[in-house]
């Protein structure tokens, strides 16, 4: 079946690749949505946590770069990358003491959007990856970098985000892997 046709009028028209078959427009339709979550967090931002704004602020405009970067030429730059590593070593540091394995994802706004955030950078990496592989489409080995650290960037700022309430991370402890209780 044929993909629909857009429409003459522009107002009925919210993306130029909206009907493309291949997921790139996916890919795009994800970095632009965590751009706009970006957004929200800083919206969210507790007073406590002001200090955050700077670093999340300019971090947003590097999450459209990273959406043009596959369709158009890669804007992510490695200065990008270098000042993201950066803010998530200083943030991992700080954190140390608060993180021994996994924890279950809870915590205060803006934790469960920060979360998401973490969560959707992954279906970025995904897409990327299906693109490159399926589509045979290359991509910017740098974005795949960048998209990792930008899922444990936001994973660490929950642990900044609970340690500034004082709210304890919950562990989990998997029944899947590792030695199991003995009966």
Same mark, same amino acid.
């Given at each position: ?17 909206? !009907? ?32 955050? *704004? ?6 947003? $405009?590097?999450? !459209? ?22 803010? !998530? ?22 934790? $469960? ?12 990496? *995904? ?51 590792? *030695?199991?209780?003995?009966?």
């Amino acid at each position: 079946m044929k993909a629909p046709r857009h429409s003459s009028n522009r107002d009925e028209i919210c993306y130029p690749f909206i !009907y493309e078959t291949s997921r790139l427009c996916d890919y795009e339709i994800l970095t632009d949505d965590l751009c706009r979550q970006v957004g929200g967090i800083l919206s969210l931002l507790p007073e406590k946590l002001e200090d955050l *704004r700077p670093e999340l602020e300019q971090l947003q $405009p590097m999450l !459209y770069h990273l959406n043009g970067s596959v369709r158009g030429r890669c804007a992510v730059s490695e200065e990008d990358h270098q000042w993201l590593l950066g803010r !998530y070593r200083v943030h991992k540091e700080a954190t140390a003491d608060c993180l021994d394995g996994f924890v279950l994802p809870r915590g205060p706004v803006p934790v $469960p959007q920060l979360n998401r955030a973490s969560s959707d950078a992954k279906r970025v990496l *995904r897409l990327l990856l299906r693109l490159q592989v399926e589509e045979s489409i290359e991509i910017p080995e740098p974005l795949f970098r960048f998209g990792n650290l930008l899922c444990n960037y936001f994973f660490v700022l929950t642990l900044v985000v609970n340690l500034a309430h004082g709210f304890e991370e919950v562990p989990f402890v998997s029944r899947s892997y590792g *030695r199991l209780p003995a009966d």
